[in-house]
């Protein structure tokens, strides 16, 4: 990699200032501006009534100020956490929400592995506690050999252990997202990361979406990512809004978090669990969301925890990565309809227990 020369740093800070610095301003001098930040290059498409903003294109970058400038991030996200509160519940071991009723409208579905990232499940869980304007469940599918975090969760959760396909196998999100699908008893399934807090508010207003016809309902305007420290204060019971941004990311499209009818989620096939390890089953999952009626405009803000990276993001290295290019040479609804030819019913290649 070629360094870059401290002049020429400089110069780069000094072009963001000027371009970026005056936007950004105006983009946080009001309540609800903060959906209007851009980079200089960005087109975006504004919903008629004001609800949101659509990033014109589909790729998915950080905004470049904050990147250069990282205070900004933190301004950008406590004006956005002001209009729309990311609360915890006082602690997920002790409950924090009671159990849901026999038909909640609205199903999280998470899948987890491993105990390093507990804690941040843990936490994700609390946000998702607090939730309110909507009755909603949470069901965690543990994809492991054996059953290792069943009993560190709050009692109001739905837990499903699924034994691995074959030893020591990689971890596959599909699978763990398709096996949640069938034990869900919601109208709307949130497709959920476990190291995502969200705002209180995010399943009413995913719900009301979904009851004005939205099959799939995606909301993230941002995702402001807290560095280590950051995290590790907001783990110990800091206050999310005065955390240090890393960076911040728009347009994740299916990636992180993504509401979607039951009804739908099961027509387009459901996720492919032709996907293993990393990367690339949200991106191709979205591709077959396209098809359907979505609401594209976000305008919610989300942290993401941090945690050590093992993903390879390299196409040359990453089997999954190599598959999305693949699979999406193929129309959507060819895929669409292998998928359902496959089925997502419960078989061999889905056997799983209850906790």
């Known amino acids: 990699m070629t360094e870059v020369m401290p002049a020429t740093r400089v110069r780069r800070g000094l072009g963001t200032l000027l371009h970026d610095w005056p936007r950004f301003l105006r983009c946080v001098a009001s309540r609800g501006g903060w959906v209007r930040m851009r980079n200089r290059a960005d087109r975006l498409l504004f919903e008629p009534h004001g609800r949101g903003?659509?990033?014109?294109?589909?790729?998915?970058?950080?905004?470049?100020?904050?990147?250069?400038?990282?205070?900004?991030?933190?301004?950008l996200m406590r004006r956005a956490l002001r209009q729309w509160p990311i609360r915890l519940a006082p602690s997920a071991s002790s409950g924090g929400r009671a159990s849901p009723s026999a038909s909640?409208?609205?199903?999280?579905?998470?899948?987890?592995?491993?105990?390093?990232?507990?804690?941040l499940l843990l936490l994700t869980l609390q946000s998702i506690a607090m939730q309110e304007g909507v009755d909603v469940e949470c069901i965690v599918v543990e994809q492991d050999d054996e059953p290792l975090i069943r009993d560190c969760l709050p009692p109001w959760i739905r837990y499903i252990h699924t034994p691995l396909r074959?030893?020591?196998?990689?971890?596959?999100?599909?699978?763990?997202?398709?096996v949640a699908a069938r034990a869900a008893r919601g109208q709307v399934l949130i497709l959920h990361d476990s190291d995502m807090l969200i705002p209180s508010r995010y399943a009413a207003e995913a719900w009301q979406l979904h009851l004005q016809g939205y099959e799939v309902m995606q909301l993230k305007r941002f995702i402001f990512y807290l560095d280590e420290a950051s995290s590790q204060r907001v783990l110990a019971g800091a206050e999310p809004r005065?955390?240090?941004?890393?960076?911040?990311?728009?347009n994740m499209e299916g990636g992180?978090?993504?509401?979607?009818?039951?009804?739908?989620?099961?027509?387009?096939?459901g996720m492919d669990d032709d996907f293993v390890g990393w990367g690339g089953e949200d991106n191709e999952f979205w591709d077959r969301c396209r098809t359907l009626k979505v609401w594209e405009y976000g305008y919610l803000p989300f942290v993401h925890l941090w945690h050590v990276s093992l993903a390879e993001r390299r196409r040359d290295i990453n089997p999954a990565l190599s598959l999305l290019e693949r699979k999406l040479s193929v129309s959507a609804h060819s895929r669409i309809q292998t998928l359902r030819d496959r089925g997502t019913g419960p078989d061999e290649r889905d056997a799983f227990s209850r906790g």
């Open 53 to 75: 903003v659509q990033c014109d294109g589909d790729c998915t970058r950080r905004l470049h100020l904050c990147s250069v400038i990282p205070l900004t991030g933190r301004w």
């Open 104 to 119: 909640p409208p609205v199903s999280f579905l998470i899948g987890h592995r491993g105990a390093a990232r507990l804690p």
């Open 166 to 178: 074959q030893a020591a196998s990689a971890y596959c999100r599909s699978w763990a997202l398709n």
């Open 256 to 269: 992180a978090s993504l509401a979607v009818s039951a009804a739908a989620y099961e027509a387009i096939g």
């Open 242 to 250: 005065c955390a240090a941004v890393e960076n911040v990311v728009e």
